[in-house]
């Protein structure tokens, strides 16, 4: 039985990780398209420089998915046998281990959309500072990769 409430554990967290750092690549993206979409409308030639603008809040939707595959993977409901050591609380540590790239990476999503919007006008009028451009919304990557690198040193430190 401890097994199995083990197990709900980690498929609750590995879900929040998807779930969670996935709704905001999806509201970050949905931002951006917003505009992206009424620059597009005056000048359909930027279309390549929205794309990359809009494509930087998805990665911390990849990012969650990682993470709820390497949590799946640990105890072994990928590519393997359930691990017999896993207990009610080991299924707690790694539920707990998913929630940093949760969080961070709905927060981070979110406000990175918002950024790319903000530069995707900035390209409307001035599409020669595409490189700029990128740069303004990859700052805020930075916190999405280190909500990443907890959740990654966090499972790495769970032994079953």
Known sequence: ME???GSIMVLIGASL?????GTGS????ALANEVAAGVMTEDPNKFGYCLVLLALPGTQGIYGLLIAVLALQKVGLIGGTLSTALTLWKGIQIAVA?????????TSAVRQGKSSAATILMISKHPEQIG???IL????????????LVSILMLN????
Request: hydrophobic share 60%.
């Open 98 to 106: 998913c929630l940093p790239i949760a969080i961070v990476g709905y």
């Open 3 to 5: 097994q199995l409430l």
């Open 137 to 148: 919304p990859a700052m805020v990557e930075t916190y999405a990769v280190f909500g990443l």
């Open 157 to 160: 430190g769970i032994t079953l």
């Open 132 to 134: 700029k451009a990128v």
């Open 17 to 21: 990780a998807v779930a969670i750092a």
């Open 26 to 29: 999806a509201k970050g993206i």
